[in-house]
Each structure stands twice: as C-alpha cells, then as structure tokens.
C-alpha cells in the first residue's frame, strides 16, 4: 500500500512558477512509475505528466511541454512537478499516482494503482 501527498499548490498569477511535490509513505516508490494528473473545474481529469518505472522516459500532455518538468528522488521517495510560465488554463487540481513496475500506457488513469488527494493550483490572468 503507497499513501501519496501532494503539496506546493497555491495561487499566482500568470508567468509565474509553482513546484509541486508528491511524498510517498508505505511502499519505495523505486518500484513505480510516476504521473501527474490534472481536473480542472467543469473539466475531466487530464494526463499531464509521468515518468517510467525505470526512470529513463519522462512524457508530457503537449500543452504543458517546454513549461513543466517532471523528476523524481527516490532516495527521497518524492516526485516533483516543476511548472513555469503558468497560465491560466493550468487552473486545476493537481494529483499524483503511482503505478506498480509500469512503462508504458503512464498518460492512461486506469493504469495506475494509488492516487493522492491532491492540491490546488489557481493562475490568475
């Protein structure tokens, strides 16, 4: 069993950057791979952002490529999610997830095991 936390939400205005982090308890998160996931209001929730189990790929939603970076420590067992030059349409709330020794189909929800609760993230224009 993983427990995941994000943290790092907050309001700012466009341009601006916010670094999310999600902390993992229970499990190494050595073990899985990684993504992050966003609803915005009156929206669906949307891939954004995972990296492989073995490290070596990262992948990105095209609206958000050249804006955010993912990475992950896992002598920390954390994840981040930089983000730059907000926007407006980056409004939502922010998730992690974990799936168990996965590299392939990260951008899918089902594909993942355990989620956190997630933390809010508002650009102001």
């Known amino acids: 069993q993983v427990q995941l936390v994000e943290s790092g939400g907050g309001s700012v205005q466009a341009g601006d950057s916010l670094r999310l982090s999600c902390a993992a308890s229970?499990?190494?998160?050595?073990?899985?791979?990684m993504g992050w996931f966003r609803q915005g209001p009156g929206k669906e929730r949307e891939f954004v952002a995972a990296?492989?189990?073995?490290?070596?790929?990262?992948y990105y939603t095209n609206s958000v490529k050249g804006r955010f970076t993912m990475s992950r420590d896992n002598a920390k067992n954390t994840v981040s999610l930089q983000m730059n030059s907000l926007k407006p349409e980056d409004t939502a709330v922010y998730y992690c997830?974990?799936?168990?020794?996965?590299?392939?189909?990260?951008?899918?929800?089902?594909?993942?095991?355990?989620w956190g609760q997630g933390t809010q993230v508002f650009v102001s224009s």
């Open positions: 997830a974990a799936a168990y020794k996965r590299n392939l189909a990260l951008p899918q929800s089902r594909s993942y095991d355990y």
């Open positions: 229970g499990e190494t998160l050595s073990n899985y791979a």
């Open positions: 990296i492989t189990w073995s490290g070596s790929n990262t």
